[in-house]
């Protein structure tokens, strides 16, 4: 039997009337695509330091490094209770570190607030060449070489910068490096507010 052109292009239709299901499978590779490609593009465009952290409110996680080399006090989560405090996460090898170590030098210079450092993923010499070179701000600070202790803290990067209340809860948190106009317009009143907060003035 031979095939008429129309029962030939009725063949045709048949075979182009995909099911629904088939052809949706199809679709569904090139959605997950453009959805993650959305996604990706909004976080680009997302200032960092408005990424909330999880622990505001809540008690510094529980930790005891040692000391950088060449210091002899290390920093531990009971080191940060009994007044208002800030820690700052750093490492030798930071770029936006660098522009933010002078802000860190006059603000513990002001001695207005104790400042501890967390030295993230650094070796020890580094580290200690880094304090040495450009300067310590720091009352303590902690050795977190495998960067254990910056994921329990919820760290993306650094620096980060963090204000813990006097009872040991973590009250700001700043991600990047700190400016002068950071200092005065948010870190400087949150301490103040806090220290009023629970009864005491000025260390």
């Known amino acids: 039997m031979t095939n008429t052109p129309a029962t030939t292009h009725n063949q045709q239709q048949a075979t182009n009337r995909k099911p629904i299901w088939l052809r949706l499978l199809f679709l ?21 330091s408005e990424i909330p952290s999880a622990l505001i409110g809540k008690n510094v996680p529980q930790f005891d490094l040692s000391p950088v080399q060449g210091r002899s006090l290390g920093l531990s989560s009971k080191d940060l209770s009994g007044d208002v405090s800030l820690v700052n996460v750093f490492a030798s090898w930071c770029v936006a570190c ?3 170590h002078p802000v860190l ?3 513990a210079a002001s001695r207005e607030v104790p400042l501890h450092g967390i030295d993230y993923k650094d070796a020890p010499a580094d580290a ?9 701000p720091y009352t303590r600070t902690g050795v977190d070489r495998d960067g254990r202790v910056a994921i329990d ?6 620096p ?3 204000v813990v209340g006097a009872d040991g809860r973590i ?17 400087l009143p949150l ?4 220290r009023q907060a629970a009864g005491g003035g000025a260390p």
Do not use: C, Q
């Not at 997950?32 to 465009?45: K, M, Q, R, Y």
């Not at 200690?128 to 310590?136: I, S």
């Not at 009250?171 to 870190?187: F, S």
């Open 171 to 187: 009250m700001l948190r700043h991600v990047g490096p700190l400016t002068d106009d950071d200092v005065r317009a948010e870190i």
């Open 160 to 162: 980060e910068t963090f």
């Open 28 to 48: 569904m590779p090139i959605v997950t695509f453009l959805s993650l490609g959305a996604v990706f593009l909004v976080g680009l465009g997302r200032d960092p």
């Open 153 to 158: 803290w919820g760290i993306y990067g650094v």
């Open 191 to 194: 301490v103040t507010k806090l």
């Open 98 to 100: 660098k522009a933010e």
């Open 105 to 107: 030098m006059r603000l």
């Open 128 to 136: 200690a060449n880094w304090l040495d070179t450009n300067g310590d």
